[in-house]
């Protein structure tokens, strides 16, 4: 017989690692409450959100738009609404905040990643709060959880393309992690921030 322990050793170490499964995953769910006794809910983005998308943002202040998008937007066409909303949770994956009580569903704030297709370890991320529920440590808590997704699925950086202009996003950041690089120095910059040294 076979001694199961060099073979089967052998046998284990060549057949791929399967990862633990994903705590942000599309069963996940989030409550809190913020510092103002606000509650709100989160989990991740799908599909049927488009209208909450469509609605958060004509709802949205020029400004916030302008930061969020790095351009003018009045509407998203549906292309980009089937990008922004049909992810595959794995390379792109975005985290919805909304309002708990009321009489309708408030989308609150929203952050979202790509994986860069050359590095997989490195993500772009974007991150935009409504503007009445801005300076609330909403931003905070949605860029935490993102850094969770991100690093349960092997990403460990994180750059977001930001105005240079931008300096509630610089400080945001800046106040996420300390060190945190900007890179440019046109109109636009990137944010780099390192989420292993930030929150392993
Ligand atoms: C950047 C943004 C996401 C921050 O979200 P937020 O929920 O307001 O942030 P928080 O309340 O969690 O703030 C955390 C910290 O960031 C810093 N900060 C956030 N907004 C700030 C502002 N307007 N001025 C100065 N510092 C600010 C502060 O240090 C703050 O801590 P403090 O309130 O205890 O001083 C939000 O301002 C936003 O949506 N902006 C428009 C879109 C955008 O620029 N996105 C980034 C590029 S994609």
């Known amino acids: 017989m076979l001694g199961a322990g060099v073979f089967g050793g052998l046998i284990l170490a060549a057949w791929p690692r399967r990862r633990p499964a994903c705590v942000y995953n599309p069963r996940w769910r989030e409550t809190f409450r913020l510092e ?3 509650w709100i809910a989160m989990r991740l983005i799908r599909p049927s959100d488009k209208a909450i998308l469509e609605r958060a943002l004509r709802t949205a202040s020029a400004q916030t738009v302008y930061q969020r998008f790095l351009t003018v937007k009045k509407r998203f066409t549906p292309s980009e ?6 992810l595959d949770n794995e390379n792109r994956l975005a985290i919805g905040a909304a309002r708990i009580g009321g009489s309708t569903f408030e989308g609150a704030g929203i952050a979202r990643l790509t994986r860069d297709p050359i ?3 490195r993500a772009e991320i974007a991150i935009a709060v409504a503007d009445h529920m801005q300076r609330r440590g909403l931003g905070i808590r949605l860029f935490e959880r993102l850094a969770q997704a991100a690093l349960e699925r092997g990403i460990r950086t994180f750059d977001c393309t930001i105005l240079a202009t931008n300096d509630a996003s610089i400080r945001f950041f800046t106040r996420l992690d300390p060190q ?6 046109g109109n636009l910059v990137t944010m780099r921030v390192d989420l292993v040294r930030n929150l392993v």
């Open 36 to 38: 103002d006794g606000t």
């Open 81 to 86: 609404l089937r990008y922004l909303t049909e």
């Open 119 to 121: 590095d997989p370890t």
């Open 180 to 185: 945190a690089k900007v890179i440019g120095a």
